[in-house]
């Protein structure tokens, strides 16, 4: 077995390619409301939350008009953003509903409670909240219990 990574270390942004960058522009700063902090002409954007330099990369250096990868492909399974709180997940939703986009599910993990979309470009996209870790769900022995649960869209309104 190899040694552990730190556990301080992260995943510290994601860059996918997309057909249309305008579009892509469109979601995840008109809907989600992630700030444009660069652009490279009409080909990239780079976009934030908190300033951040970036946390979401769009392109169209190999993809300017493509189309999503067929199902049953390699490749991006989804991309996941950690909202801090349950309150913001919800905020998140009402821009989801208000720009009608459609979700293709939503669980209670118990660890977290999370909304799963796709993007126009059709990657996929989980946002989500993480409970406090004292609130995980363990069993007698300490060890981590997941699962998949029915998550309660009104109450998250």
Request: proline fraction near 6%; glycine fraction near 10%.
């Amino acid at each position: 077995m190899s040694e552990a990574i730190h556990p301080e270390t992260r995943i510290g942004h994601v860059h996918l390619r997309v057909a249309n960058l305008e579009r892509a522009i469109a979601f995840y700063n008109g809907v989600l409301g992630f700030q444009v902090t660069a652009r490279i002409g009409n080909s990239a954007a780079f976009l934030s939350a908190g300033g951040y330099h970036h946390h979401i990369g769009l392109n169209t250096w190999e993809s300017l008009g493509g189309s999503p990868p067929p199902p049953g492909t390699t490749g991006l399974y989804h991309l996941a953003i950690l909202y801090p709180t349950r309150h913001e997940l919800g905020d998140a939703l009402k821009r989801l509903i208000a720009a009608k986009i459609p979700l293709d599910g939503t669980a209670d993990h118990g660890v977290s409670e999370a909304l799963y979309l796709h993007d126009p470009d059709g990657n996929g996209v989980e946002l989500y909240w993480d409970r406090p870790r004292e609130e995980w769900p363990k069993d007698a022995d300490g060890n981590l219990t997941m699962y998949t649960r029915a998550l309660d869209l009104s109450k998250l309104l």
